[in-house]
T-cell receptor
Framework: NAGVTQTPKFRVLKTGQSMTLLCAQD?????MYWYRQDPGMGLRLIHY???????AKGEVPDGYNVSRLKKQNFLLGLESAAPSQTSVYFC???????????????FGPGTRLTVL | DAKTTQPNSMESNEEEPVHLPCNHS???????IHWYRQLPSQGPEYVIH???SNVNNRMASLAIAEDRKSSTLILHRATLRDAAVYYC?????????????FGKGTSLLVTP
């Protein structure tokens, strides 16, 4: 199993440009997430999905859109990139399990995005 | 959401035990205590979790205070590979799709 993969690994954008980050998981997980991590900070939740065709806002959703057309993929879009969106973006997934089982969240390697 | 308090950084010698503390005085009865760690330039990875009882796995042990207002992650023999940021997280299963609420964590430095 590849686990959680993210495309691309690095990207530089100019202010106002758009792009889509792709997350894929091969573990048949129901739940998927997008987080961002700024220097010296913990991760913050942008959007999440509890199943194919569903999405919901997290803590910092402004400026981002998401789609979950297929269970294994979760896309994060930036319609008009701003310098404040310079960050490392992590995708994660977990099986919808019982709390007692831990329901381990698996993370991708991250996408490092710079907006000039 | 219930929050956690961790020291910003800790240092340990290689092959010695490490005790990473976490305070969570506002924990609710249904919050599970999770620990994740993030190695340099990588995504976070699961370490261990518990509710009330102490827990052991191949990576670490988790000691939970009787009143659940604090916990300690124990690495029995630190290696250089254990140098990472360790996050103590109270997992809320009631909303946000089971998302993890990360703070700043504790940066662990392991010296030879």
């Amino acid at each position: 199993n590849a686990g959680v993969t993210q495309t691309p690994k690095f990207r530089v954008l100019k202010t106002g440009q758009s792009m889509t980050l792709l997350c894929a998981q091969d573990m048949n997980h129901e739940y998927m997430y997008w987080y961002r991590q700024d220097p010296g900070m913990g991760l913050r939740l942008i959007h999440y999905s509890v199943g194919e065709g569903t999405t919901a806002k997290g803590e910092v959703p402004d400026g981002y859109n998401v789609s979950r057309l297929k269970k294994q993929n979760f896309l994060l879009g930036l319609e008009s990139a701003a310098p404040s969106q310079t960050s490392v973006y992590f995708c994660a997934s977990n099986l919808r399990g019982r709390a007692a089982s831990g329901d381990e969240q698996f993370f991708g390697p991250g996408t490092r995005l710079t907006v000039l | 959401d219930a929050k956690t308090t961790q020291p910003n950084s800790m240092e340990s010698n290689e092959e010695e035990p490490v005790h990473l503390p976490c305070n969570h005085s506002t924990i609710s009865g249904t919050d599970y205590i999770h620990w994740y760690r993030q190695l340099p330039s990588q995504g976070p990875e699961y370490v261990i979790h518990g509710l009330t009882s102490n827990v052991n796995n191949r990576m670490a042990s988790l000691a939970i205070a009787e009143d659940r207002k604090s916990s300690t992650l124990i690495l029995h023999r630190a290696t250089l590979r254990d140098a990472a940021v360790y996050y103590c997280i109270l997992r809320d299963y009631s909303n946000s799709g089971y998302a993890l609420n990360f703070g700043k964590g504790t940066s662990l430095l392991v010296t030879p």
